[in-house]
């Protein structure tokens, strides 16, 4: 973890994938997006729309904006 706040404190900025958290990408890929969401270290939120598997799987989850405590990048 130390290593991304090092990253993010020297003005990376984090995307998190629609996809991530929810399991889309295996659990190991989970755990670790919760842990860096936890850690306030996103910015903007992306998605892998694609194709018709993902477009279902986005009509099936709802991101909510408490998901991303800090305030906008600027």
């Given at each position: 973890m130390e290593e991304y706040?090092?990253?993010?404190?020297?003005?990376?900025?984090?995307?998190?994938?629609?996809?991530?958290?929810?399991?889309?990408?295996?659990?190991?890929?989970?755990?670790?997006?919760?842990?860096?969401?936890?850690?306030?270290?996103?910015?903007?939120?992306?998605?892998?729309?694609?194709?018709?598997?993902?477009?279902?799987?986005?009509?099936s989850i709802h991101l909510?904006?408490?998901?991303?405590?800090?305030?906008?990048?600027?």
């Amino acid at each position: 973890m130390e290593e991304y706040i090092g990253l993010n404190e020297a003005g990376c900025l984090f995307q998190r994938n629609a996809g991530s958290l929810e399991g889309l990408y295996g659990q190991a890929v989970s755990v670790r997006c919760e842990a860096l969401m936890k850690a306030g270290l996103y910015h903007l939120v992306g998605t892998d729309l694609h194709n018709e598997r993902y477009a279902m799987f986005f009509d099936s989850i709802h991101l909510r904006a408490e998901e991303f405590p800090r305030e906008a990048a600027t």
